[in-house]
Each structure stands twice: as structure tokens, then as C-alpha cells.
């Protein structure tokens, strides 16, 4: 059964205190893995779709990154309005991580 | 090019009722996948369609149902309301949808509260 896990559940950072995210997955032949943002009481924004191991993607202060077991979306001098709930899925797109709740504080 | 919409976007209802959820894709867009978003759970898989078809389904009890028009549309049902469905229903559409590496793009969600 394909298992996807995030982590930290949480993170706090001080403004332009930069940090990772973690994906973590098992999923057989993956082809692809997306990271969206969510915001309270919305439905998720797409951000990035890696396709292969090695890949990068970059977007104002957030890069992801993905390897052949885990994925990360590294976030750079991160600014209050940054401050969501990032969730990972690989292309079967059925089975979402729980997801790292971010806050930015001023 | 217009987004992912969803009707109604707040519902309130209460046991043993049922209601209906409506979602229309990205112009386009064949693949309709919905999903269901608790704080305990997270974004669970209901079910998707494509061509009027369901094409896959997740582990949710017949209560829960959907369908695709001609024109991708689609709606989605829950009979005999639980309190236990009370969540954020999201809809979220694609080119060719799931197993594939095409985006899906999600909707608003509409927010079911079932008292």
C-alpha cells in the first residue's frame, strides 16, 4: 500500500528564518510528485510537479526538490504570508501526505 | 481560463438527510476526482470520473456516490447523513487524472456541517 508521510507536522519560524520540509514515500514506479500550498478553509493551490529523481523546481522563496524515496521543499528567508499547510502527493494523486502546517512569525 | 467551481460552498444539514455537491472542471478538463478533508484525517479519496465513468474509488461507504455529465460536470451524493461527514468536500479536476503526471487543480471546497 502506497504510504506518503510529511514532516514536521508543525513548524514555526521566525521571519527569514529558513527551512525544509520533508515528503517521504513508498510508492513503486514513481513518476511524478506534486506539492501544493493550502491555505484555512480553501482548497489547495499547485505549486511544483517534480517528474524525476535529481529534479528542482524553484518559485519566489520555495524550491523543491526529489529524490528516489523522498521529496523537499526548502523555504528561504520565509515571509509571514508564507504561512500554510504544504502538502505533498505522488502522480497517483490519491494518496496525500497529512501534510506540515507552517507558521511565519513577524 | 476559469478555475476549478464548486456549489454550494456552505451547507448545513442534519442526520439522515442527504445532499448533493456540484463541481465544474477547468474547461478541458475530462478527469473529476473528489475528496473529502477532516482536521483528524487529512484529504481522503473518494472517488474519480472520467467520460461519465467512474474510473476509481477510494474506501468510502455506498453512501457516498458521484457521476459526470457530457459536459464534465459533476456531482457528487451523500444519503443518510452522519455526523462523522461533516468536512470540507473538495473537487478537483485534471487532463487525464489520476496514475497520470498531468496537474490537478482543486476547488474551493464546500464546507459540509452536519448537526
Known amino acids: 500500500e502506497d504510504q506518503v508521510t510529511q514532516s514536521p507536522e508543525a513548524l514555526r519560524l521566525q521571519e527569514g528564518e529558513s527551512s525544509s520540509l520533508n515528503c517521504s514515500y513508498t510508492v513503486s514506479g514513481l513518476r511524478g510528485l506534486f506539492w501544493y500550498r493550502q491555505d484555512p478553509g480553501k482548497g489547495p493551490e499547485f505549486l511544483f510537479t517534480?517528474?524525476?529523481a535529481g529534479e528542482e523546481k524553484e518559485k519566489e522563496r520555495l524550491k523543491a526538490t526529489l529524490t528516489k524515496k523522498e521529496s523537499f521543499l526548502h523555504i528561504t528567508a520565509p515571509k509571514p504570508e508564507d504561512s500554510a499547510t504544504y502538502l505533498c502527493v505522488p502522480y497517483q494523486k490519491v494518496t496525500f501526505g497529512t501534510g506540515t502546517k507552517l507558521q511565519v512569525i513577524p | 481560463k476559469a478555475g476549478v467551481t464548486q456549489t454550494p460552498r456552505y451547507l448545513i444539514k442534519t442526520r439522515g438527510q442527504q445532499v448533493t455537491l456540484s463541481c465544474s472542471p477547468i474547461s478541458g478538463h475530462r478527469s473529476v476526482s473528489w475528496y473529502q478533508q477532516t482536521p483528524g484525517q487529512g484529504l481522503q479519496f473518494l472517488f474519480e470520473?472520467?467520460?461519465?465513468?467512474?474510473?476509481n474509488k477510494g474506501n468510502f461507504p455506498g453512501r457516498f456516490s458521484g457521476r459526470q455529465f457530457s459536459n464534465s460536470r459533476s456531482e457528487m451524493n451523500v444519503s443518510t447523513l452522519e455526523l462523522g461527514d461533516s468536512a470540507l468536500y473538495l473537487c478537483a479536476s485534471s487532463l487525464v487524472g489520476l496514475d497520470y503526471t498531468d496537474t490537478q487543480y482543486f476547488g474551493p471546497g464546500t464546507r459540509l456541517t452536519v448537526l
Open positions: 470520473y472520467f467520460s461519465e465513468t467512474q474510473r
Open positions: 517534480l517528474y524525476s
